[in-house]
């Protein structure tokens, strides 16, 4: 509670420090990036900010970082001394942070970045939860890790100054992949490192070339015992059609098998999200007809699979898969998964419920121009089979002169629909911009949409965020809750941040 | 006073009439006591900003934005009714203080007092002459001398001009040599200017704050002296800071078997879910601020200032006497109290208070007004703004037992306030 004090008028806090505008305009920070904290579920535990807070000398900076919980209370803040590249060719704007959660500490990726260029000189550090404690910078190279390493950024020595991937994964602890050959052109492999970064094992995943390429491999899941990455072959500094599963023993590091998709002469795969149960992996996601480069092909895009393995064996146990053409009963799509007047359908989520059934969730767009539009909520059976679906009529956004991929319409954040929440008990919530559909004017008509999924029902919120002395911008926030940031339009008004319970 | 307080005001005073009787304060005058204030306020802001007389004209400048800026803030609230019209307690807190000032020969017509709706625990000194208290004040009072002491220390603060005075004392800091050349060498630093900036600004206000302490001492004790004049009992002086050290500590707690006797029927249970609060994944909460502020309190502590004033207490005293007038005012002042958290649309605070009050009690004003704010908690729920009349959960400042009412009140649905409503109305 406040603290209630007794006496004269405080009417000078706030000038001592507005006042001098000046003085404090040299000591403020800048925000250079924030990410959120998420949990396996999915849910949001808190946030992480990054501010500048001084120059210290050429290319080096002091930060601020400053912890929130759930609830928006401040955690913990600390400084940090980080580079930041400077040159005559490219110039870093800020650095970037990306957040895992991992064993009750949060693994830090942070990277230069620079408007025109994207992000580079990856490298790393940790915030233990349990003591608040800040770890140096640290990062993974040529097989070894280095702590607080000297680095000599210069663009020729590019490789040597930044980190190959480091994962955190939950019940594990961090798991560096050897990206490339070493030094002495050897294997590539993982290591698992203990929380002072000492080996725990190491596990070679390639030795030499196969005939489908070199392997790549992207964190999927992980379990107390097993660790599960998919992999996109390359050859000849391209990616080949040719997408596999890697499965390894988590105490001991065993590659326990390689799981390649079937039919890949004629499909390509793609892995939305993935479930480990105990020893079994349960893969979701979506294939289309082969592409060149083994990525999704939106405009050939077949429909849905549902494949489990025995995470042991790699041996099949099942695979299943549901084809658009199923849905055109009830909805206005074709084979190739395009629905009438609205474009292809991207599948943003796969999630899989107790019971064996599945929530995908859709969105309907065109890559050129870029235009998003309906967002479909299904309920696929135990069989995997289309039960039902409701969908989410809202604005069409079009960006006319546009033209990309689905998955660059993802990055960029271009799609309406923004995340989901595990409520726990086949409970979730579902967010998206929602703007009117019949609209002229889109920043007129601000609102917001949730879809919840609850007894097995899907059910549609729409919340209008127009007011007459204010601008509301609604998003995702903690376990059940939306954060509503509201603007007013008053002068000498503070912006108000709330965190709003959804009823459905 | 629109209709619908009226007839809140009326629903509360009637059915509270069976038991012993509540009078809330009368509101009835507010619109023309809110337009004489008004009046009141403008022409003597008028007055003063024309006689402002500061040496150049860059300060003058400044103090006017600093005046001008309070008075807009100050006018503010009358507008929004902040302050209570009710002619008993206003008449009475004027008589008190003409007490005060008459016994020490102060002159009368600089002063006025005003009693805003405010529940926290506080009163100021606006520097104009007006004394503003705080209602909350009252709930925590135990004897009219308590509050005699309080005005002794606001009266200090207009008789040793200390607004006045650090107004110009901070404008004259503002416009000084030292700030303008230390802020341009600050900007010329190449490297570490933040840190340059923070360590002068910190500087600055660790001297600003130094001031301010020192100016409570001041008028603590020239307070005690002008308490002294009034024969009243000077143990109260300490046992009112004593007060004021504990207020900021909750009394009394809500738990789940309490929801669970105060909202249940014979039909109707609470989900044991609706009490689960999400553990963090945070096991220390350690934010420094780059100011400490510990180290940049206002006010001394309490104990110091008991200390101090102990010195004085050594054989004199008087025996505590509280007037008809306070006696009337504090008989009502946790019900008053309340129902100005209500009023003044904080309805989560007023049902968690009002459900602490009302446990044990049954007693009919407690359930009326629980009536009235499960009403607007549910009108809000559906409306999405929640948020907007209940507190958030907070692991820091919070109390264990406020985190599980804002989780309760989150977590219930429309439907279940329905039934709560039903049950209290």
């Known amino acids: ?504 | 006073m629109n209709f619908f307080n009226f007839f809140l005001l009326f629903l509360l005073t009637f059915n509270c009439y069976a038991q012993d009787k509540i009078k809330l304060l009368d509101t009835l005058n507010s619109n023309f006591f809110k337009v004489e204030l008004l009046k009141f306020y403008k022409e003597k802001y008028n007055v003063f900003n024309s006689n402002l007389n500061i040496n150049t004209s860059g300060q003058t400048k400044l103090s006017k934005t600093i005046y001008l800026e309070y008075q807009e803030e100050f006018l503010e609230k009358i507008k929004s009714d902040n302050f209570i019209s009710d002619k008993s307690i206003n008449d009475y807190a004027q008589n008190l203080l003409l007490e005060i000032l008459e016994k020490n020969k102060l002159n009368k017509k600089d002063y006025k007092i005003l009693i805003s709706k405010d529940p926290e625990i506080n009163a100021y000194n606006s520097g104009d002459g007006t004394i503003v208290v705080n209602f909350g004040l009252f709930t925590i009072l135990d004897s009219e001398d308590e509050l005699v002491f309080v005005l002794c220390h606001e009266v200090s603060h207009q008789e040793l001009q200390h607004v006045k005075k650090e107004v110009e004392s901070f404008v004259n800091l503002q416009t000084s040599e030292e700030i303008v050349n230390k802020t341009k060498e600050i900007k010329k630093l190449k490297y570490n200017r933040s840190r340059a900036a923070n360590t002068f600004l910190l500087k600055l206000n660790y001297k600003n704050y130094f001031h301010r302490r020192k100016k409570e001492i001041e008028a603590d004790s020239l307070g005690f002296y002008f308490y002294l004049k009034t024969n009243r009992d000077l143990k109260k002086s300490t046992t009112l800071l004593e007060k004021l050290n504990e207020s900021n500590k909750e009394k009394n707690s809500l738990t789940v078997q309490d929801y669970k006797v105060l909202f249940e029927t014979g039909a109707y249970k609470l989900k044991n879910k609706y009490f689960e609060i999400e553990k963090s994944i945070f096991n220390k909460y350690d934010y420094k601020p780059a100011y400490q502020i510990d180290s940049l309190k206002t006010h001394p502590d309490c104990s110091t200032r008991i200390k101090k004033i102990e010195k004085f207490i050594k054989n004199q005293n008087f025996r505590s006497a509280s007037s008809e007038g306070f006696l009337e005012i504090k008989k009502n002042a946790d019900y008053q109290n309340l129902y100005n958290l209500y009023l003044s649309g904080e309805f989560g605070i007023c049902l968690y208070e009002t459900l602490k009050k009302y446990k044990g009690s049954n007693d009919l004003f407690y359930e009326n007004l629980i009536f009235l704010t499960l009403v607007d908690i549910k009108k809000a729920k559906e409306n999405q703004t929640l948020s907007r009349c209940v507190p958030q959960v907070d692991y820091v400042y919070n109390s264990e037992s406020l985190n599980r009412f804002i989780t309760l009140m989150n977590n219930l649905k429309s439907s279940d306030l329905e039934i709560l409503i039903q049950k209290f109305k």
Not at chain 1, 201 to 212: D, I, L, P, R, S
């Open chain 1, 1 to 504: 509670m406040k603290k209630i004090v007794l006496g004269v008028l405080l009417i000078f806090t706030q000038f001592v420090v507005a006042q001098m505008v000046e003085l404090s305009k040299l000591s403020s920070g800048k925000l250079y990036d924030s990410d959120v904290i998420k949990d396996e579920k999915n849910n949001i535990k808190g946030y992480f900010l990054l501010f500048e807070s001084d120059k210290i000398q050429k290319e080096t900076y002091i930060l601020e970082y400053v912890v929130l919980d759930e609830n928006l209370t401040k955690v913990t803040n600390g400084y940090i001394e980080e580079m930041k590249y400077s040159s005559l060719l490219l110039k870093a704007d800020k650095i970037t942070v990306d957040l895992t959660l991992y064993n009750d500490k949060l693994l830090i990726e942070l990277n230069d970045y620079a408007n025109e260029g994207g992000k580079f000189y990856r490298r790393y550090r940790t915030l233990d939860l349990s003591n608040n404690k800040m770890s140096d910078i640290f990062i993974f190279r040529n097989g070894k890790v280095e702590i607080k390493p000297e680095f000599d950024r210069k663009l020729k020595n590019y490789n040597d100054n930044q980190t190959d991937e480091i994962v955190g994964v939950n019940g594990v602890g961090l798991i560096a992949v050897k990206e490339g050959k070493d030094d002495a052109g050897k294997d590539k492999y993982l290591v698992c490192l203990d929380d002072n970064f000492s080996k725990k094992w190491k596990t070679t995943y390639e030795v030499a070339k196969n005939n489908y390429g070199f392997k790549n491999l992207e964190f999927l899941n992980s379990s107390n015992n097993f660790i599960v990455f998919s992999n996109h072959y390359t050859k000849g500094g391209y990616y080949k059609p040719v997408n596999s599963i890697v499965a390894f023993d988590a105490i001991t590091g065993k590659l326990n098998f390689e799981f390649l998709f079937s039919n890949q002469d004629k499909y390509t795969h793609k892995v939305v999200d993935s479930y480990i149960n105990n020893e079994e992996l349960t893969l979701l996601g979506n294939y289309s007809k082969k592409s060149d480069y083994g990525f999704i092909n939106d405009e050939e895009n077949l429909g849905l699979f549902k494949i489990i393995l025995n995470l042991k064996t790699g041996k099949i146990l099942e695979e299943k898969f549901l084809n658009w053409t199923e849905l055109s009963s009830k909805i206005e799509i074709n084979k190739y998964g395009e629905i009438k007047k609205e474009g292809f359908v991207f599948v943003h989520e796969l999630l899989q419920l107790s019971n064996g059934k599945t929530i995908a969730v859709c969105e309907a767009f065109k890559g050129s121009p870029v235009t998003t539009n309906n967002i479909y909520f299904l309920e696929i059976s135990e069989k995997f089979s289309f039960n039902k679906f409701l969908v989410a009529e809202k604005f069409r956004n079009k960006f006319p002169g546009t033209s990309a991929f689905s998955s660059d319409i993802k990055e960029f954040g271009a799609f309406d629909y923004m995340d989901f929440q595990d409520l726990d008990d086949d409970e979730f919530l579902f967010y998206f911009r929602d703007n009117e559909k019949k609209s002229k004017n889109r920043n007129q008509n601000t609102k917001f949409g949730i879809v919840s999924y609850s007894n097995e029902e899907f059910n549609k919120k729409q919340l209008n965020l127009k007011t007459d002395i204010s601008t509301i911008f609604a998003y995702p926030a903690k376990k059940g809750y939306i954060m509503l940031i509201e603007f007013f339009d008053a002068k000498n008004k503070p912006s108000q941040i709330r965190l709003e319970k959804v009823n459905m």
